[in-house]
């Protein structure tokens, strides 16, 4: 990416599929909303990426700007704690190198995978500070990863990814921050987010 700015496009979330893990009951008490904490990308990384999901996601399905998600589900009530932490560990931490290593098959979809053990880390020390209040789903290491397309026919996503496999090449991926979002069954409403502002040596 890039200038270093993240989309104006707010991410929005797809349905919840039968496969996907549903929110724990104290989630989904009146008026909670679950936590999503993404990895923002670069301006010219994330335009990129919005192309390709508007190019080849099922219409009615596409209702999430392209997104690298960290955290699936943090409950409602550490929203304060998680602003504090993630803003002491932006203020001090440098973007974090990370790099585009080959288009993967979700089955019926197609994502980009993402290598970044600086990420990772970053991500660890967070889920380390919520030890205890993780999902089954947020308590593994997750494998990084954009979404380009998804739930379309098996035939069609081998298609995909045969065509963006041909010309791919290992690049970097401009990180700049942190962003969480509220999940209320809707869009995803921004909570809060933060850009890294510590210096490599």
């Known amino acids: 990416m890039d200038d270093g700015t993240s989309s104006p496009r707010s991410p929005r979330p797809p349905r919840l599929e039968p496969t996907d893990p549903g929110f724990p009951p104290p989630f989904r008490v009146s008026g909670a ?9 670069g301006a010219a990384d994330q335009r990129h990426f919005d192309r390709l999901r508007d190019a080849h996601f099922p219409p009615a399905r596409n209702l ?34 990370a790099m585009l290593r ?25 889920a380390d500070h919520f030890h205890g209040l993780l999902t089954a789903q947020d308590q593994g290491v997750p494998r990084l990863h954009i979404t380009v397309q998804n739930k379309v026919s098996a035939g ?46």
């Open 102 to 126: 080959g288009v993967v098959s979700l089955d019926r979809g197609v994502a980009f995978r993402i290598e970044s053990p600086a990420l990772l880390a970053i991500r660890a020390r967070i």
């Open 64 to 97: 999430v700007a392209a997104h690298i998600t960290l955290f699936h589900q943090l409950p409602p009530s550490c929203r304060d704690e998680l602003e504090r932490l993630i803003r002491r560990l932006s203020s001090d931490t440098p973007p974090p190198e």
């Open 156 to 201: 069609g996503a081998r298609a995909l990814l045969a065509d963006l496999a041909r010309d791919f090449r290992p690049r970097p991926l401009v990180i700049t921050g942190l962003a969480a979002h509220l999940y209320r069954g809707g869009p995803w409403e921004p909570a809060f987010a933060r850009n890294f502002r510590g210096v490599r040596t």
């Open 33 to 41: 909303a679950p936590i999503i904490v993404t990895a923002a990308m």
